[in-house]
């Protein structure tokens, strides 16, 4: 069977336990400003299986799914309001350990397989709490809001973001707004992204004692192996670790 996952961190997923997994949208783009050409189409249509953020986050594959009923369509987002979680609509599924196991969970079941992904990822996760823990009280921003699910989860500390989407870029008094909050001092650490241009974090935190960090909500950098989810919960502890935490 062929699996298609229509992006990067859930082919991380999706790699646990298939084969060969496809991504549909490419690293360099962002789900935010993905434009469909003719042979995506085609890609679609020669899967049996797909796993996707859902109608929220990836608006273009809604006509797909009532086009092809007899897909198996697996949607990262189904069942979160039944999880009493229902205020946190963030669209980035995937940074939400518990979505992204029991996604995994029915793409296991479609393909009739069998999978340890759930205790190594819960594995990881002890880990990454034990390290993030002692840093849940460190201020920090985030470029867009992408990690509402993660921050939860961990329960960490985070007071704002430079957009909420990152085509939207913020004007000139929520800059100020934001600036003078980070000039009070319970800022540590300002997270950039990869994909967008960090001038403007440069612009707002100059002069301050601040550190600047990088996120990857997508996890480019990762590869898509069997362990790649697990991995790039490992890695965005580490970067987290990395800016929280008092250097010496
Ligand atoms: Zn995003």
Redesign the pocket.
């Known amino acids: 069977m062929t699996v298609l996952a229509s992006l990067h961190p859930l082919a991380l997923i999706a790699a646990s336990v298939a084969d060969d997994v496809e991504t549909l949208v490419p690293l360099n783009i962002?789900?935010?400003d993905f434009a469909f050409r003719p042979s995506d189409i085609r890609r679609l249509q020669a899967a049996d299986i797909i796993l996707w953020a859902g109608i929220e986050s990836e608006p273009y594959l809604e006509r797909f799914v009532q086009r092809w009923p007899d897909k198996v369509w697996i949607d990262i987002s189904e069942g979160h309001a039944s999880e009493g979680g229902d205020h946190n609509h963030d669209g980035?599924w995937w940074l939400s350990p518990e979505m992204a196991i029991r996604a995994q969970q029915r793409l296991t079941q479609a393909l009739g397989a069998n999978s340890t992904f759930e205790d190594e990822v819960r594995e990881q996760l002890r880990h990454s709490h034990q390290q993030l823990a002692p840093l849940s009280e460190r201020g920090f921003f985030v470029f867009?809001q992408?990690y509402d699910h993660w921050v939860e989860y961990f329960d960490l500390n985070q007071l704002g973001s430079f957009t909420l989407?990152?085509e939207q870029k913020p004007g000139l008094r929520s800059l100020n707004q934001m600036r003078s909050q980070l000039a009070r001092g319970d800022v540590t650490c300002v997270f950039t992204e990869p994909q967008f241009s960090p001038a403007l974090v440069a612009s707002v935190t100059r002069g301050l004692d601040i550190r600047l960090g990088e996120l990857d909500?997508l996890g480019v950098h990762i590869s898509v192996t069997k362990d790649g989810y697990a991995e790039f919960i490992r890695d965005l502890t580490q970067r987290f670790v990395h800016c929280l935490a008092d250097s010496d």
């Open positions: 962002t789900p935010h980035h867009h992408a989407s990152p909500p």
